[in-house]
């Protein structure tokens, strides 16, 4: 079994900023891409942010700048710094992992339960 944590999500004025968290936790044997989506109302879910296993990142246009991904390859965790808020940043932000469980054959995306982001103006 693997189990994926999110916390840090919010509420937060305009201009502001939030740290979010993912920790995955159970039976891994090792961890590839990390990522962070996100999904406003009546909107698909798009990718905000990744980092490979070797630490190369990439961002969605909107969020470059502002926003930074970065994992702690000890605890299994990958963050979103996310500064600068904007109400467009609304929306229900989810982490995605790809894990090689234990005793099992090859890669799986895993979800985390989603948390959220709700920035003013």
């Known amino acids: 079994q693997v189990q994926l944590v999110e916390s840090g999500g919010g509420l937060v004025q305009a201009g502001g900023f939030l740290r979010l968290s993912c920790a995955a936790s159970?039976?891994?044997?090792?961890?590839?891409?990390m990522g962070w989506y996100r999904q406003a109302p009546g909107k698909q879910r798009e990718l905000v942010a990744s980092?490979?296993?070797?630490?190369?990142?990439n961002y969605a246009d909107s969020v470059k700048g502002r926003f930074t991904i970065s994992r702690d390859y000890a605890k299994n965790i990958v963050y979103l710094q996310m500064n600068s808020l904007k109400p467009e940043d609304t929306g229900v932000y989810y982490c995605?992992?790809?894990?090689?469980?234990?005793?099992?054959?090859?890669?799986?995306?895993?979800w985390g339960q989603g948390t959220q982001v709700t920035v003013s103006s």
């Open positions: 995605n992992l790809r894990i090689y469980p234990l005793g099992r054959g090859g890669e799986y995306d895993y």
């Open positions: 159970g039976n891994i044997f090792s961890i590839n891409a």
């Open positions: 980092i490979t296993s070797a630490g190369s990142t």
